[in-house]
């Protein structure tokens, strides 16, 4: 007489709800199943979100390009200083409200 696994069926994948541990088994496979979705899903989100950090990054740099080929040197010049002001009060700010609002 065969004696039946407790993982449930025989066929390979397949799990059978009534059985104790084989449930046990399929719902740690689903969570299991889940969270590789999860991970590729953010991987696929980051690999998005630095292809666009890199188009802007990219398009800065060619605006930059452009405006010096272009504009006279002292616009050109104020233009930088005041994007790179810009820039770092932007920085400044985030790093006060991250600060602040950490606090309430």
């Known amino acids: 007489m065969a004696t039946r696994s407790s993982h449930g069926s025989h066929h390979a994948g397949v799990s059978a709800p009534t059985q104790g541990v084989g449930t046990h088994n399929a719902v740690a496979e689903r969570q299991q199943l889940g969270e590789i979705m999860v991970n590729l899903l953010n991987q696929y ?60």
Not at 61 to 68: N, Q
């Open 45 to 104: 989100i980051m690999k998005k979100h630095k292809i666009i950090v890199i188009a802007i990054v990219v398009a800065v740099v060619a605006i930059c390009l452009v405006s010096i080929k272009f504009l006279p040197f002292w616009s050109t010049i104020i233009s930088t200083v005041t994007a790179v002001a810009g820039f770092f009060a932007g920085w400044y700010a985030k790093q006060w409200y991250d600060q602040n609002r950490k606090e309430e």
